[in-house]
């Protein structure tokens, strides 16, 4: 088995792995490779053939593949070294990969530092305890999507859609152009998980109900869907006798969640975050194991590639940071924890360490609930330090406030932020 | 015109035709799946009893024993999952001490060997996860689990390979008797056989009445259950049950021999023979009893799939392995409920018992006893996975992300004897589409797989019976 070494490595070379390879390049790291499980890069993106990609980075909507070709175009431009069809099968504490791929069987890299770009995973039906019987024609939104967009094959033609996550919306619309029929999208809370615009442009422009507060109660038919029992449900989720009704279809598709895939990182022995499934990062988006790092959706689900980019700039700079300073100093003080204050689920980072800020310190996060007309507050040890006023907040989008340099320069002994709601 | 025809291929049918065919017989299996392991086999707890539960004296309590001590020899020649990983039966309150000594005292009648009733504390000290309200356990070390689909499909690759026909996709419609033989009438042919062999498993009692007039009922008692992510896996490491009730053994909570936790199942009568649907009533009770064996149960979100499978109950409460009595010739193998997959690998031996002092074959000298599995790359140590690779790069192209099942793995299920044709029969035969994203990733890719392999279009792949088109 052979084995060689890298300074830095990337797993993934969707959105993330591809802007992290380029920002570390930029950051004056050589020798970068990024490991790829599927035939080309550009991860998710190359069946996402829709619009509205870019409009933060770029300025203008990018469909998914273009999004990605301007990412991986300079990524092969400056020479970057990728390897497709690569599995990783393990990651060890010491920054020891193991991968295997068709051209050199299995092979190992020991790298000066790892980041982690694996993106997420639909939540299955299983996980999601709906129950009736199990015959072919429930689908994931994305595998449903992968048919339509890259096999050029629908999965059915009579569809109900579970979950109203943002492709669980775009899938609404694609099956709808492609000649299906779309009967409704259930939603098991009272507010939809996905983009605003998204409900507008794929929903409400082509008349497909969404049903909030609904979910689905059985599915019908043994050997390929027949229908399913949709019904409302009550402020704790449990459906409402009574208030059944039956969809005939012959597809299913389910749009309720995504997970970090965090296989590698847990197998590595990373601290996680059970609110996010990601990795415990600080705010140099490293984990618990210096030089691995974590960014994009195995780090937290997010709603907006351009974010995803961001963020895995900051990973691929601070890799080569930590490649460029080797023998860098250990962290002196301890660092300042990140708490969740009313109104929010998590943070990202999870702590921060002085020594690494260099300017204001962005922290991403999302809510729990739908709420308007409030004041996101940051609070030093419990002290509001300053709020932002928002007009309404969702869980479907992710919200961000930055810490700023001379806020943490002012406060030299804090000890806790939190990020939530401030009274008025 | 055969010898023998066995009508299902689950995994009693698939015993008696293994053991057949070490004879010089001319047998063949009917099925009304396109696969074996269709009905029961596919949809149970994987647990290999190790035989106290049974009432002494019965044909269950003969042959689980029995079944229990072979396992492990047949696991070994015939290359599937097997642990023997112990089980422990908990009791929560005094009153419930007298069934577990009764256990107990079956369980020494069965020949059931090693047993012991122990403290809650003792309980606890072998499984720490364990209720702090357990206050005595019975132990018993020969309790085991099992892959049902690996045994299945390992008995039924074997048979064939020895030369045992299967003919899937025939339902059997009718069966006539003719002179010297009956004719088995299905949906596609009609088979001449000298023996007919009935292991239909919920329809046994249909396929009975066709020839025989003694009446018989067989019920189907739908289980179900909820399947955890293998993160959970690791909670217990035997198998935990409840005190039994009337309705079976209660629900248990147990590893998986492929790392997952199972929990369930129910104990539901149903009038309806294809009722393999779960229901929120079932899965919440499975859960909520499940949760009475342990502290921390996992949460809901840990949880990876659910399903049902329907026992083949018969009211005496014991197998019927027998010769019909107005029927010559035409053998029950009914009523085959739990501990029926233990009993395994000595039901085809008690059926063959039957059926050689009629024909009298000679033994084959050319008997295949072994069968090699699918090799699981993931699961080797690392020169022999490299080795496989540098054999064949097809073991090194990942399908399936979450069991890490790789191209090669597939290729293997859908050419080898029996081989895989649909969706299901590659995730039996290897796990692809078992793990935690159920099949997400995987679908595309393993289709694409049989679409070329098998050379059918992406449109004609089936999920597993002859309407589950994927797409």
Known sequence: MYCRNVDIAIIGGGPAGLAAALAAREAGVQDVLILERDTKLGGILNQCIHNGFGLHTFKEELTGPEYAARFADRVIAE????????????LSKDKTI???????????????????????????????????FRPAGIFSAGTAQRFVNIEGIMPGKEVVILGSGDIGLIMARRMTLEGAKVKVVAELMPYSGGLKRNIVQCLNDYGIPLKLSHTVVDIKGKERVEGVTIAQVD????????????YACDTLLLSCGLIPENELTTGAGIEMNPVTSG?????????????????????????????????????????????????????????????????????????????????????????????????????????????????????????????????????????????????? | ???????????????????????????????????????????????VHAGFDAEPGTLKAKLNREGNERMEQLSKDLDFSFKRNGSMVICCEESGMDTLKKLMSNGEKNGVKNMKIISGDEAR???????????????????????????????????????????????????????????????????????VINAAGVYA?????????????????????????????????????????????????????????????????????????????????????????????????????????????????????????????????AGIESPGLSCAPVIGEYV????????????????????????????????????????????????????????????????????????????RRTRAGMGRCQAGFCTPRTMELISAELGISMEEILKSGRDSHVL
Not at chain 1, 79 to 90: A, H, Q
Not at chain 2, 206 to 214: C, L, N, P
């Open chain 1, 79 to 90: 020479g970057i070294e990728y390897k497709l069809g690569t599995m990783v099968v393990d």
């Open chain 1, 235 to 246: 402020a704790k989720n449990k459906p409402i006798p009574g208030t059944e009704e039956f």
């Open chain 2, 125 to 195: 000290a072998k499984e720490p996860n364990l209720s702090k309200n357990v206050i005595a356990a019975l132990d018993v070390p020969m309790g085991g689990i099992v892959c049902p689909f690996e045994l299945t499909i390992a008995l039924a690759e074997n048979a064939c390979v020895n030369g045992v026909e299967f003919a899937f996709d025939n339902e059997v419609k009718d069966i006539k008797r003719s002179t010297g033989c009956y004719k088995v009438i299905t949906s596609k042919r009609e088979i001449e056989a000298k023996i």
């Open chain 2, 1 to 47: 015109m055969y010898d023998v025809c066995i009508i299902g291929a689950g995994v009693t049918g698939s015993s008696i035709a293994r053991e057949l065919s070490k004879y010089d017989l001319k047998t063949i299996v009917v099925e009304r799946g396109l696969d074996v392991c269709e009905g029961t086999s596919k949809a149970n707890s994987g647990i």
């Open chain 2, 352 to 427: 063959a018992n039957i059926v050689i002092p009629k024909l009298n074959p000679k033994k084959k000298e050319d008997f295949i006893a072994k069968r090699e599995g699918i090799r699981h790359i993931n699961s080797l140590p690392v020169e022999e996975r490299e080795r496989l690779i540098k054999e064949n790069s097809a073991y090194s192209v990942i399908v399936c992300r979450c069991e890490m099942i790789t191209e090669g793995e597939i290729l293997d299920a859908i050419h080898r004897p029996l081989g895989a044709r649909t969706l299901d029969g590659i995730k």
């Open chain 1, 279 to 424: 990795a415990v990062v600080d705010n140099s988006l490293e984990t618990s194991i210096p030089g691995i790092y974590a960014c994009g959706n195995v780090l937290h689900v997010h709603d907006l590639v351009d974010y995803v980019s961001e963020e895995a700039g900051n990973a691929g700079r601070n890799a080569a940071k930590f490649v460029l300073d080797a023998g860098r100093e250990e962290a002196g003080s301890d660092p300042i924890i990140m708490k969740t204050g009313k109104g929010v689920r998590y943070t990202v980072p999870s702590k921060i360490c002085r020594e690494k800020v260099e300017k204001d310190v962005l922290v991403r996060f999302r809510v729990d609930n739908v709420y308007k007309d409030v004041k996101l507050g940051i609070f030093f040890d419990g002290e509001l330090v300053r709020s932002v006023k928002k007009r309404t907040v969702a869980p479907g989008e992710m919200e961000e406030l930055r810490i700023r340099k001379e806020e943490l320069d002012k406060f030299p002994d804090v000890r806790e932020i939190t990020v939530g709601f401030a009274e008025d």
């Open chain 1, 98 to 132: 193991t991968a295997m791929n068709r051209e050199d069987g299995m092979f190992t890299i020991k790298a000066k530092a790892v980041i982690l770009a694996m993106g997420c995973r639909e939540r299955p039906r299983g996980a999601l305890g709906i129950p009736g």
């Open chain 2, 205 to 333: 009692d249909r396929i009975h009445s066709m020839v025989s007039t003694v009446p018989m009922k067989i019920t189907a008692r739908r289980g179900q259950y909820c399947l955890y992510d293998k993160q959970t896996g690791k909670m217990v490491s035997r198998t935990i049950f409840q005190l039994p009730s009337k309705l079976g053994k209660g629900v248990l909570f147990t590893p998986t021999v492929h790392g997952n936790l199972l929990v369930g199942p129910t104990a539901e009568d149903i009038d309806d023979k294809e009722g393999t649907n779960t229901t929120a009533e079932g899965m919440n009770y499975a859960r909520m009893k499940a949760s009475e064996s342990v502290e921390n149960m996992p949460a809901g979100r840990m949880m990876i799939t659910s399903f049902s499978g329907l026992r083949a109950h018969e009211e005496g409460d014991d197998f019927i392995i027998r010769e019909a009595e107005d029927a010559e010739n035409f053998i029950d193998a």
